[in-house]
Each structure stands twice: as C-alpha cells, then as structure tokens.
C-alpha cells in the first residue's frame, strides 16, 4: 500500500507531538473528544435543517473504550463521519495552515505554547501514542475508510467495511518509560478524571467502558470479568449553569478547554440577559496579546450558537473593533438555526445583542480599572493600543466612548493614568492637559520644551505609543480641558508668555537674523521663557505637531 506523505507543516507538528516533553500530554482526550462532538454537532444541524435526517437523541454519543490487554484506547463516535478525502484533507494537513511558519520565533523546544496556543488538536493524540487508526464512514457513504500512521513518516488510507456512520479513533498507547508513564491514559478512573476536568459541559453523553476483572462480591479470591459503561460528563453547557455554581477555575478551564487562549484571561464575563434581547454569553478578556493581534491575519469574532448548537466559529458582527481582543461565545434562543452568514449581518437581533455584549464589556473594563488596577493594567499593556486605536476612530456621538478606558504614562510618579486622575488634580492655573512625544520616556524627560511646564509643578503625560496623539485628536478634549503639545508655540502659561514677548522684541534684530539664515526650515525665531537647562527648542503651531508629520511622513501612500 502506498505510503503518503504528510504536508511539510503538518510533520513537523507530528514530530513536536511525538517528542513533545508537554507535561500536559493528557489534553490529547479533551482534543479527541470535541472533535467528536463537532462531527454529532454537524449531523445535528444538518438534521435540523434537512427533513429528510431524523436526529434520534438516544443513538449520539462519544464512547471511549481503554483495553489494557491490547494497550489501546478508543474514542468513538457517531458523528458525521469522514470519506477518503476528508481523511486526507483533515488529518494529513493542519488545517490552520501558515500558522506554524508565523509561530517559529516564539515557540519553545516542547512546542509548549504552540499546543496552547493553538490547540493542535487530533495530532495530539501522538504524544500518548506510537500508531493511531482511524476508522470512519461518511454520512451518505456506503463505504468506509481506514487512515493509519505511525507517525512523521507518513500514513495510509484503505477500505475498509464499517456497519455505522461515524468515526472511531483507535490509539496504540506508548509504553511507560523511565520518566514518563502513559499506561494511566488506559485505566477508567484516570480517564473519568479527565472527562470531567476537561469535558464535562459536552452536550452528548460521554460513556466511559469499565470494564475488566475484579473480586468477586463477598469473595477474597475469585475473580470475575464485568462490563460497566457509565456516561462520565454532566451535559450542561456551562454557560447554562448558574453563576453562583460555578467557580474561576471552571471558566478557565472551558477557556483552555476552546482554545481561547494559552493564557489565563484577566477576567471572565458570564451574562444571562432575558428582555428585548434574550442570551446567554461567556465572554474573556485575556491577558497576552495573540501573535498575530495588530495584523491583518487576526480576526476577531465570539463563537455564536443557536439554542446550544454551534452555527458559527468566530461571528464578528458581534463585537466592535475596539474589543476585537474579547473572547468567548453566545448562545441565543432568538436566532434562525440555517441563517446565513449575510442574513446574520442583517438580523435585528443579532444587532442587539451585539450592541448589549459591547456596553457590558465596556463597563465590565471599567470597573476592572476602578477595583483591580494591576490586572487591568496587565491588559491594557496588552490592548491599550487597541483601545487607543478606537478611541481615534470613533467619531459622532460614539467619539468618547473609550477615552475613560485609556491610561497614559505620566511624570507623577511614573505610573500609568486615566485622563480623569490627571484633571482632578489639576492646579488651578492649570488650563491645558500636557502631553509630549517621543519613543520613550527616558528621551521625552531629555527634551528642552517638558522643562518649563514641569518647573511648573505640572503633570505631564508621556506619548510613547504613535497612536497616541492622534487618539487624543480624535478626543479633542477631556472634561472641558484641552489637550497642550508641550512642543506647541503657545503653551497657555501666561506670564511668561508676556515676559518673553517682551525679550522677543528686546533682541528683534537677531531673531530677524536668526530667521533669515534659516529662511524655509523655521517660520519663526523668538525668545521663549519654557527653556531652563537648554539654549533652544522647536515647537510648533497649528495642529499637527512635529510627530504626526513624522508618522503621516512615514505612511505609505
Ligand atoms: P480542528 O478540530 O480545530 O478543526 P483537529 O486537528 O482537531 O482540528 O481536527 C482536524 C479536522 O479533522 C476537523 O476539523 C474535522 O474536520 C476532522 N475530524 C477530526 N476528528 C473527527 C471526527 N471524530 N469526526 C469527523 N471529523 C473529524
Ligand atoms: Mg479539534
């Protein structure tokens, strides 16, 4: 038979899972067992959608099935099934495609955070075993098909004959080694365990085979064989389960669990809303940045089911931009089962859910910011920019709706703050809010312009970030206060306003002189009262600043 090769991506991930030293190779279950409830989740929808397939509850299920005897564990399913080029497309390439190319920088030698990150899914199922067999029949198939592999050599695909549809997964688990023991991935008690860690909000019954010998009851010496099958999960989604149940370790389980993300999130969001809008949504803010977040590879979107089935993976219409980070899945009675991708852009109630999630997000932020300041600014170092990005691009009614979620460095101290701690404590003769730019903190306290306004007992806000200034445009101002480039001509500090003005026209002569050798490069030269330690600074007047034009300069056209 011949021998196929897997795609290039596809092996080196095989071989990352084979000599994975993960130490959390017990993922490979929870991973087997959602992708056979996306195969019955796929037959339930079609049969809610075609009259012609009847969904007969009793017969879906996942059945996993350890035989110490053989050394193997089976998870199988009656799901939708696979034909021969469904085998060879799903298995033999990674779906996910480039994704690995993107990852090499910041992946470590286990492939520890490419398994998090990622949740490589079905080829886990190498890091517990040396041979796994697939066996499935597609729906509407007469025929079934059997995939092989031992690994990163390769695998095949034959005929084979199979009474049902549906999909069996045989895995050949490892011997134990010095280090490492994989004989527990056969004992049912360890696999209860995992079904239960991992698994448990599984919406199809998980039945657990235990069988094996045993004493006999009442004998100390007679063994017997039995045959035990138990359903091991509990079948409730868990963002059907009451808040009050459920504990933070649960929701980040469930996020690790989806492949949210490999981090803990910084806060979990569990809304149960019923009026205009009925739904249900767990929702994540999470800590890290995803690699690819300020590209143009990241989509964004939530995980939208209809009455608890899944009808689509990242539904981006519901959530704005600005919150494109958050996390997680809704589930709402209200929706059409087989609506389509460009009815949902459309439906009214898709719309209003968007609209309610948008407004619980943002005030779930803010009173993350108010009582758990470090973990915010955990995530906002992450999706601060984010967020300042919004801020410059909402506009009409929507274009302060960010400003109290952003922080800026400041020169008090330091730290990081909100707009509204600047202008609470600011002095009385203070008219501006000043801000200076620069690629870092250290280079802004270096410039000429900062001096006068910080001999002035003034707090100065620290632009670092290019979105920076443009963002604080958008805003135009913060609670009737302006926003002061301190690089500005006219930095609002009156008397010495006045008292240059006065110097200015004193050495008229040599300004004029000044003006004329650098005739196109400056407008003006004038003496200035801002400058402590240094001779001479630039600013500017009007409304872009030196900055912007170096960054609108720099864009392509
Ligand atoms: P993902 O689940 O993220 O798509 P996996 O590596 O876990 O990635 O699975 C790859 C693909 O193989 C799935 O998308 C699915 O099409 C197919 N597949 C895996 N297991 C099954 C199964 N038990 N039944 C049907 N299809 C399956
Ligand atoms: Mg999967």
């Known amino acids: 038979m011949e021998k196929k090769q897997f795609q290039a991506e596809s092996k080196r991930l095989l071989e990352m899972m084979i000599n994975s030293i993960y130490t959390q190779k017990e993922i490979f279950l929870r991973e087997l067992i959602s992708n056979a409830s996306d195969a019955i989740d796929k037959i339930y929808y079609k049969a809610l959608t075609d009259s012609a397939l009847v969904f007969d509850n009793e017969s879906y299920m996942i059945k996993v099935v350890p035989d110490k005897q053989n050394r193997t564990l089976t998870i199988r399913d009656t799901g939708i099934g696979m034909t021969a080029e469904e085998l060879e497309n799903n298995l033999g390439v990674i779906a996910k495609s480039g994704s690995l190319a993107f990852k090499k920088e910041h992946e470590s ?27 499935s029949r597609a729906l509407g198939s007469d025929q079934a098909y059997k995939w092989e592999s031992t690994g990163a050599e390769g695998y095949t695909i034959e ?116 009026g205009a809008v009925t739904y249900q949504a767990i929702l994540f803010i999470p800590e890290t940045t995803p690699f690819n977040y300020y590209t143009k590879e990241f989509e964004k979107g939530l995980e939208l089911y209809s009455n608890g089935v899944l009808i689509m993976n990242k539904c981006s219409d519901l959530l704005p931009d600005h919150f494109g980070f958050v996390k997680g899945m809704v589930d709402s009675d209200s929706l059409s089962l087989n609506i389509s991708r460009e009815m949902l852009q459309h439906d009214r109630q ?28 955990k995530f906002y170092e992450s999706f601060g920019r984010q967020l300042k990005y919004g801020a410059y691009s909402e506009f009409g009614a929507q274009k302060d709706s960010l400003q109290d979620l952003l922080l800026f460095a400041s020169s008090k101290e330091k730290k990081l703050v909100t707009l509204d701690e600047y202008v609470s404590r600011m002095p009385e003769d203070q008219a501006y809010i000043y801000y200076a730019t620069g690629e870092s903190i250290d280079r802004i306290d270096k410039l000429p312009q900062t001096e006068l306004v910080l001999d002035k007992g003034y707090e100065l806000l620290y632009f670092t970030d290019d979105i920076d200034e443009f963002a604080i445009k958008t805003l135009m101002n913060y609670k009737d206060k302006q926003f002061k480039n301190v690089s500005s001509g006219d930095l609002g500090i009156e008397a010495d306003e006045d008292q240059a003005e006065q110097e200015t026209q004193e050495h008229q002569e040599l300004f004029d002189h000044m003006k004329a050798q650098l005739a196109g490069k400056v407008s003006d030269v004038r003496a200035s009262k801002r400058l402590r330690k240094h001779p001479v600074c630039l600013t500017t007047d009007g409304d872009v600043t030196i900055d912007m034009e170096k960054i609108l300069n720099a864009m392509p056209n």
């Open 109 to 135: 030698k286990d492939g520890h955070d490419l398994i998090g990150q990622f949740g490589v899914g079905f080829y886990s199922a190498f890091m517990v075993a040396d041979e796994v067999t697939v066996v």
């Open 159 to 274: 005929p084979v004959e199979r009474a049902e549809v549906g999909t069996e997964i045989v895995l050949k688990i490892k011997e134990n080694t010095e280090d490492e023991s994989y004989e527990e991935f056969l004992e049912p008690y360890r696999l209860k365990s995992l079904v239960k860690k991992y698994s448990d909000f599984i919406r199809y019954p998980i039945k657990l085979d235990f069988s094996g010998k045993r004493l006999k009851e009442g004998s100390e010496t007679e063994v017997e064989e039995y045959q035990e099958e138990q359903v091991v999960n509990s079948m409730v989604p868990i963002w059907r389960k009451n808040k009050n149940e459920l504990t933070t370790e649960d929701y980040e389980k469930f996020y690790a669990e989806k492949h949210y993300g490999f981090d803990q999130p910084v806060k979990h969001i569990h809304l149960s809303v019923e």
């Open 350 to 377: 898709l719309k209003l859910i968007a609209k309610n999630i948008a407004g619980k997000i943002k005030s779930h932020l803010l009173s993350l910011l108010k009582d758990e300041r470090e973990k915010y600014e």
